[in-house]
Each structure stands twice: as C-alpha cells, then as structure tokens.
C-alpha cells in the first residue's frame, strides 16, 4: 500500500472516479465469471425429478411409429441398394 505524501495535491475528481468505476467493472466481471462457471461433468443440480428430470414426452399414436418405421426401412434399403450398386465408384475400383 502506498502512503500519501504529506505536501501532495489531491488527485483530480474524474481520476478518482475512474479508478472506483474500474475496480467496480473489475469486481463485476469477477463475480460474473465466478458465478458463470460450468464444468463439463456437473450439471444443473435443480433440473427436475424423474425418469426424464422433469420432462414427459408426448404420446405418439401407433400409426405415425409404424409409418415412421416404414420410411427408415425404405431409406436404408434405398443406401444399401446405392452402395451395392455404386460401391466400387465410392472407393476408387
């Protein structure tokens, strides 16, 4: 800590006001950063209780499952048709 001078001029009001605005930036911007902190193994500890922490999904009727399969299993058989007949130009042979 620095002494003050006996025979020194008082500092200016706008430097004055400028080192109290800056250290009050400074102790925000710590607290936010401390506050903010997330580690990427914790979690938010208030989320929600249950199964899903909270959230319940929508039911799904039996016919929008199956078309839905159906779709998926066209989609696959449409790549693996794709790749038994453009296999070779994919690779390079």
């Not at 800056?22 to 929600?48: D, E, I, M, N, W």
């Not at 696959?76 to 007949?85: E, G, K, V």
């Amino acid at each position: 800590p620095s002494f003050p001078r006996p025979n020194a001029a008082p500092p200016p009001p706008q430097a004055v006001r400028c080192v109290m605005l800056g250290a009050a930036r400074a102790t925000r911007v710590a607290h936010v950063l401390r506050t903010t902190q997330r580690h990427a193994s914790h979690g938010p500890k208030t989320y929600g209780k249950g199964e899903f922490r909270g959230f319940t999904p929508p039911h799904v009727p039996m016919w929008q499952k199956r078309v839905g399969e159906g779709f998926a299993t066209a989609a696959w058989l449409w790549f693996f048709w794709r790749c038994y007949h453009d296999g070779g130009h994919l690779v390079g042979m």
